[in-house]
Nanobody, 120 residues
Framework: QVELVESGGGLVQSGDSLRLSCTVS????????MGWFRQPPGKEREVVAR????????LYADDVKGRFTISRDNTEKMVYLQMNRLKPEDTAIYYC?????????????YGQGTQVTVSS
């Protein structure tokens, strides 16, 4: 059974930093691209960042470039999202996802999500 579990969300102020973590089990982690997605209140889920199976390639949404960094540890089966200079518009439920296709529009697997709230 594939399981992705996110952690690290919380309530922070504008300009603060947070680091999200995602632990993965039930699949061959090194064979999968990983991504972070978010769903703001009242909106559809959107991709935030992606990382290839070996970490050699990354992609970011335009509004997080230069502020967020995705990384992974294939030994520990973990993926991270370092979020700096947070803004109120970053408020959302954040999900990690796994897929064999780095550029897939929708990933095969998602976690349950962790809430990030940024106050102004």
């Amino acid at each position: 059974q594939v399981e992705l579990v996110e952690s690290g969300g919380g309530l922070v102020q504008s300009g603060d930093s947070l680091r999200l973590s995602c632990t993965v089990s039930g699949l061959t982690f090194g064979n999968y691209a990983m991504g972070w997605f978010r769903q703001p209140p009242g909106k559809e889920r959107e991709v935030v960042a992606r990382i290839s199976w070996n970490g050699g390639s990354t992609l970011y949404a335009d509004d997080v470039k230069g502020r967020f960094t995705i990384s992974r540890d294939n030994t520990e089966k973990m993926v991270y999202l370092q979020m700096n200079r947070l803004k109120p518009e970053d408020t959302a439920i954040y999900y990690c996802g796994a897929d064999s296709n780095f550029r897939a529009v929708k990933y095969d697997y998602y976690g349950q999500g962790t809430q990030v709230t940024v106050s102004s």
